[in-house]
């Protein structure tokens, strides 16, 4: 057997919502190409492939996947993988860290009632240059005026790296689409093709901002749940304060666009030592197999 797959839905509060992520475990036989080829057959923005044996600090080694590339940090498959792991250990496991090509990542996990929540706590995020409204109107489809004025667009990262967008409005985020042809002129400046848009609008009450994650894998893809993008988020808003000044704990909802409703929470607030950042959701598991 070349490994045990795992399918789970991650920013999930039922299944077949969420993001649905596949775990290989046991992935220690699989060569970087075979990796590669397995993502490209699963075709989920991202698949993780765990060693069979944990780190001598305790963690996890662990490679993810898009269908095209390997990449060193995305937010959803952090959490699943570490539920993953988490649920197939023979002990219990109050956390669990992943050693990532990005650094060592740690899980948390918190449970009220039958809800557990697991939580990442994110490298550092990195603000990086902005740009003008006009051209990542276009390329989204949307006019500049679309755009709020109380943030810029600015490139954020950690390994990865994305566009953070603000719009005015609900209807605008609906709207929206990436356009690569169109794009190409900011990718020419060096901006990735990857654009998480969010606005201050929200379908639920309960919820304070509305998202959505667009990048390139073979052709423009939109992601139902986005973890780094959250994290992302959470130092852009510290640094600009379009939610204020204080702390933030955030309930963020994305993927309705793609029939996959799913909800990121966020918690961010300043330190001596640059931004805190956790993100975190719920998963739940949806199928088991192993690949032959």
């Known amino acids: 057997m070349l490994g045990t797959l795992h399918i789970v839905d991650v920013f999930a509060e039922r299944r077949y919502a969420g993001n649905p992520l596949a775990v290989v475990t046991r992935a220690d036989g699989l060569s970087s190409e075979q990796m590669q080829a397995i993502a490209a057959e699963i075709n989920y923005s991202e698949t993780t492939f765990v060693g069979a044996t944990a780190n001598a600090d305790g963690s996890h080694p662990v490679r993810m996947f898009t269908p095209a590339r390997e990449i060193a940090f995305a937010g959803h498959p952090i959490l699943g993988t570490a539920w993953v792991i988490r649920h197939e250990s023979p002990r219990p496991m109050a956390s669990v860290t992943l050693d990532l090509k990005v650094g060592a990542v740690p ?18 995020v990195t603000l990086g240059p902005t740009c003008d409204r006009e051209p990542i109107a276009a390329a989204l489809g949307l006019s500049p005026e679309d755009i709020d004025p109380a943030g810029p667009v600015q490139q954020c990262g950690a390994g990865t790296s994305a566009m953070v967008v603000p719009l005015r409005s609900l209807a605008a985020l609906r709207r929206c689409t990436l356009d690569l042809g169109v794009y190409q002129a900011l990718a020419a400046q060096g ?45 852009y808003l510290l640094r600009h304060g379009l ?38 959701g719920g998963v739940v598991p949806t199928a088991r197999g192993e690949l032959i």
Do not use: M
Not at 111 to 118: K, P, Q, S, Y
Not at 203 to 231: I, K, W
């Open 107 to 124: 899980v948390a996990f918190e449970t009220a009632g039958d809800r557990e929540t697991c939580w990442f706590t994110a490298p550092k």
């Open 191 to 235: 901006f990735p093709p990857l654009v998480y848009a969010f606005c201050r609008e929200t379908r639920d009450p309960r919820n304070q901002l509305s998202a959505r994650f667009f990048f390139e894998a073979h052709g423009v893809r939109e992601d139902p749940a986005t973890g780094n993008g959250a994290a992302f988020l959470g130092a």
């Open 243 to 280: 939610l204020g000044t204080g702390d933030l704990s955030l309930r963020i909802e994305q993927g309705h666009e793609v029939r996959r409703p799913s909800l990121v929470q966020l918690r961010a607030r300043r330190a001596d030592d640059g931004p805190s950042i956790e993100v975190g």
